[in-house]
C-alpha cells in the first residue's frame, strides 16, 4: 500500500518523496523501540546524561522526518516532547515518574501517527488525546519555569526553550571562539570550514522558513544546494532561531557538550589566550574535527545496507534451486569413472563445499537477533503487571541468539501468550508470595538458546507453580478423559486443549481458555514443539524448540519399499538394528519395543505410507528412534541412505495436508521425497 506523502512538503515542491518514506518508517520505529527500552530502564536507575541525548535524538529525529513528510500532527507532538525532553537533559527540569509515564503514551501515539500514515492497519489517533497530551507536555515545561529554572538556549536574539542549543552555542563549538561572538545564523555559516556559500545560506533560509513557518518560495534547486553542502563538508549550518523543526539531524553527545561550553566561555569574560579566528592551532583543531566527523560518518554508513525481504527471500529460492542442482550433479557422479574422471571428482567436492558456504552466507542474511523479539516485552510485562497488582523483574539471556527472520515473525504471538500466561497464572501477588517466604518481586526469565539445529526458548518464572489436582479437576468437569495416574507432563498438556482454563474468573487478561491452544497449534505449524515443566511452589518453566530456519534442513534420507523419505536430523536420538521377535505387541494397542530401559511405542512407515512393495527378508529391522514433545518412539524402516541437506517445500501450499507428512523436497535423481512428520507420528501413536 502506498504511505500517504501526498500532502508532504516535499510533493508541494514537485518532489516525490514516496521513494523515501519506507525508510522513514522503518527508521522511525528504531527510534521508537529505543526510545522506549530507555524510559523503560529509568525505573530501574538513574538515567545518565547520555541515556537523556539519546532519548532526546530519538524524538528529534522523528520529529525531523515527520516535517518533511508534513505529518503534522506527529511534528507537533514530537516537538512538544522534545521540549521537555530537552530541558530534562539540560538539567533544568526533574525527570519524575509522571514525565517517564507521559513520555511513553507520547511514544505509543506517535507509533499510532505513524501506522495511520503509513497505510496499515493502525486506527487514527484521537485529535483529542494528541491535543490533552501535549498539553501535559507544555504543563511540565512550565512546573520547571515556575521553579525559577532558566532555559540555557535563551541567549541573546534566541528563544528561551527552543528545542536543541542556541545559534551561538552551535557557532561557538564548530568555529573559533572569535567566530561565537555574532550569534546570528549568517555568522554560523561563515564561521563554518569551509565556508557556506551564499547561495546555500540563502537556500537553506528559503527552505527553513518553508518547513517550520510554510511559508513559500523554496525549490528543489534549493534542497539540492543545501544537501550538496551538507554532503561535501559534514558541519551542518546551524537552527533558525525561531524553532528548528528537524530539518537537520541533531549534533552528537559529544558536539553538544562542547556547544554547552562554548555558550558558558561565551556568556562569559572570554580567556586571554583564545586562539583567533585565523589561528594554525584552531585551524588544525577545525579540520581534525570535521576529517573525524566524515570518517565516523562514512564508517557509520557503509556498516549496515537496508534491503528488501522479498530480495533476500529471491536470494534464498535461487540458492535452494542451487543445491538441487549440486546434489543432481553429485548424483549423476556417482555413475563415473572415479579414476578416468579423477578432475572432476574433486570440481564436484569443491562446489559441493562452496554451494554450503554460500548456503549458509546466504541464510545468515535472513537470521535476527532473539533481541527483536525479547525487547518488545519489558513494556508489555511493566503494565500488566501494574494491571495485576503484582511486582515483577523481567530477565533476558541470549538475545543476542539469531533465528530466522520468518520465525522471528510468527513467534511473537505464542510468546506473548505465554508470557502473559506466566504473569496471570505464575507469579503471585507481593502478599502471597511474602505470606510463602519469597521476596515481594517476583522474577520473570526470558532466555534463548542454540541446540544442535534448533533454537530453544524459555519462558520461566519462580511463582507458585502449576496445580495438578485444579487441572485434572477442571479437565474431569470438560468431560476430557484423565486419571489420578496420570504422569505430569500428560497433566500439564492439558492446559494446551481448546477453551481450557483453570481461572476462576473471566478478566481481560485471562478466563476464556483461548491463548494456550494457540501457542500449540503455531508452534506445530513451525515445526516446533512446546514442553512445560513445574514445581509446586518454585514455578514454571516453558520450553519451546524450534529449526533454525524453514527454507533448508539437515535430514537423514531413509528407504522404504522404494520410496525415500526424509527425517528431520533434529529430532533423531539414534539408529539401532534390532531382532523382529524383540517386538512386543500390546492387546490391540499397539506395539512396543525396549530399548535399554524404556518402552517405546513402534511405527512401521509401510504401514503409515501404505507401501506394497515387498519387505526385505530377515529377521532383523532396521529402526530409527525419534524425539518430540518429550515423547520418543521408533520408526521402522528399511535402510538408511545417508545424512545431506533439502530444501524445503511445502506441500500443503502445493497439493494438500497428507497424513505424517510435514512437506516435501527434491532429491538430486530428481524426484520428490517426503519429510516425515514427527510430532505427527507422534500423536498417531497416543491415538
Known sequence: MTPSTSTGKGKDLGIDLSQFSEVFFEEANEHLASMESLLLAVGERPPTDEDLNAIFRAAHSIKGGAAMFGFQDVTELTHDLESVLDDVRKHELDLTAEMVEAFLLARDLTAKQLTQHRGGAGGAAEDGEAH??????????????????????????????????????????????????????????????????????????????????GKAGATEADLRALGEYVAGIGPKPAAAQRGDYGLFEEAAPAADAAGRDAAAAASGPAPAAAPGAGSPAAGAAAAGSAAARQT?????????????????????????????????????ATDLDPVAFRGFATAMSDLERNTRSLQQAVMS?????????????????RDLAARLGKKVELKMVGEGTELDKGLIEKIVDPLTHLVRNSLDHGVETPERRLAAGKPATGVLTLSAYQQGGAIVIEVQDDGAGLNRDLILAKAKERGIAVSDAMPDQD??????????????????????????????????????????SSQAGRGTRMTVRLPLTLAIMDGMSIAVGDETYIIPLAGIVESLQVNSAS?????????????????????????????????????????????????KIALVVDELLGQN??????????YRKVQGVSAATIMGDGRVAFIVDIPGMIRMTRH
Do not use: C
Open 132 to 213: 490533552a497530551l501535549r498539553a501535559r507536555m507544555r504543563a511540565f515545561k512550565e512546573l520547571g519555569h515556575k521553579r525559577g529554572a532558566a532555559p540555557a538556549s535563551a541567549a541573546p536574539g534566541g528563544q528561551a526553550g527552543a528545542a536543541g542549543p542556541a545559534p551561538a552555542a552551535v557557532a561557538a563549538a564548530s568555529a573559533p571562539a572569535a567566530a561565537a561572538a555574532d550569534s546570528g545564523p549568517a555568522a554560523v555559516a561563515a564561521a563554518s570550514a569551509p565556508a557556506a556559500s551564499s547561495q546555500v545560506q540563502a537556500s537553506y533560509g528559503r527552505v527553513a522558513d518553508y518547513v517550520v513557518d
Open 365 to 381: 542474511i535472513r537470521m535476527l537477533p532473539m533481541a527483536t523479539v525479547f525487547n518488545r516485552f519489558p513494556r508489555m510485562v
Open 491 to 532: 497433566v500439564w498438556a492439558l492446559i494446551f486443549e481448546a477453551g481450557f482454563s483453570t481461572a476462576s474468573v473471566v478478566t481481560d487478561v485471562s478466563g476464556r481458555g483461548v491463548g494456550m491452544d494457540v501457542v500449540k497449534r503455531n508452534i506445530s505449524a513451525l515445526n516446533g514443539t512446546v514442553e512445560i
Open 583 to 631: 517386538i512386543r505387541q500390546i492387546s490391540n494397542a499397539g506395539r512396543v519395543i525396549q530399548v535399554r530401559s524404556e518402552y517405546l511405542p513402534v511405527v512401521s512407515l509401510r504401514e503409515v505410507f501404505n507401501i506394497r512393495s515387498e519387505a526385505r527378508d530377515g529377521s532383523d529391522l532396521m529402526m530409527v528412534i525419534v524425539e518430540s514433545e518429550g515423547s
Open 645 to 654: 541437506q533439502v530444501v524445503v517445500k511445502s506441500i500443503e501450499a502445493n
Open 296 to 332: 565516523g560518518a562514512a564508517a557509520a554508513e557503509s556498516s549496515s545496507i537496508r534491503v528488501a525481504v522479498e530480495k533476500v527471500d529471491q536470494l534464498i529460492n535461487m540458492v535452494g534451486e542451487l543445491v538441487i542442482t549440486q546434489a543432481m550433479l553429485q548424483q549423476r
